[in-house]
């Protein structure tokens, strides 16, 4: 049996084979379109439902943080709300105190897309790293724009 995906947790070990996937894989596609053929809603729900559930590492206070919501709360005390609303917000151009906000909540909520990958190293031990690989990924996002 060749094992595609293995996943490991404190009690368990599962290891899924690529029939396995496979049916992992048409069964998500059914029922995206069990509403019919426009799926965009589905699709934006599943994006969500993953950024919710992302691990970013357990706090002491706390226990283990999940999904960008609690990430915000957890690491720099901010409210999903307020950064919601204020990444929301379109007229920035007389507003310099604003932008700076924006500019913040951008860079909260990219440092916890980045920090997913290894939640521990850039969230605890090496902060450091989170800053300069937010910094290149602002300035990519700075080229494209």
Not at 2 to 29: D, E, G
Not at 64 to 86: H, P, Q, R
Not at 94 to 122: G, M, Y
Request: with cysteine.
């Amino acid at each position: 049996m060749t094992v595609l995906f293995h996943h490991i947790t404190k009690n368990t070990q599962i290891r899924y084979t690529h029939y396995c996937k496979f049916q992992q894989i048409f069964s998500a596609s059914i029922r995206a379109y069990l509403d019919g053929e426009k799926t965009i809603a589905r699709r934006r729900q599943i994006a969500l439902d993953y950024i919710n559930s992302v691990p970013l590492v357990a706090i002491p206070s706390n226990g283990e943080i999940f999904g960008v919501g609690d990430g915000l709360w957890a690491w720099y005390g901010s409210e999903l709300k307020d950064i919601t609303k204020i990444l929301s917000t379109k007229d920035l151009a007389n507003d310099p105190i604003l932008l700076k906000e924006k500019a913040v909540a951008l860079k909260q909520v990219l440092s916890l897309f980045i920090a997913h990958r290894r939640p521990t190293d850039f969230l605890l031990r090496n902060r450091e790293l989170l800053e300069v690989k937010c910094n290149a990924y602002t300035n990519a996002l700075l080229n494209v724009v």
